[in-house]
């Protein structure tokens, strides 16, 4: 069972806010106030299935400056590559799948 649903489906997380390249926890919720940054996700080893890291680019600079989500050892969305986010206002929200499929989009 993950770390950031509560039992009432209400956010059980820390808000962090940040304008540099970050080292998310399991429920962060990442306020980037500024583009060319990178979050770092939990460590594979560390995570959990069904933690949980949201990344918000409230600055609305990630169109033309990219957050970049360094994987950290596992996968997103079943691939070996970190993700971009290059849509301004964008906030996806990532969960830890497991091994097999690592971090999953769940929604944005």
Do not use: F, H
Request: proline share 2%.
């Amino acid at each position: 069972m993950g770390r950031y649903i509560t039992s009432t489906l209400s956010y059980a997380s820390t808000v962090v806010e940040t304008a540099v390249s970050y080292q998310a926890k399991t429920n962060d919720r990442v306020l980037c106030t500024a583009g060319s940054i990178t979050i770092t996700l939990p460590a594979a080893a560390d995570a959990l299935a069904g933690d949980t890291v949201q990344i918000i680019d409230v600055g609305g600079n990630s169109g033309t400056a990219n957050i970049t989500v360094a994987r950290n050892g596992a996968e997103i969305q079943n691939a070996a590559e970190d993700l971009t986010i290059d849509i301004n206002n964008s906030a996806p929200v990532l969960v830890y799948s497991g091994a097999t499929y690592g971090w999953v989009l769940t929604g944005s």
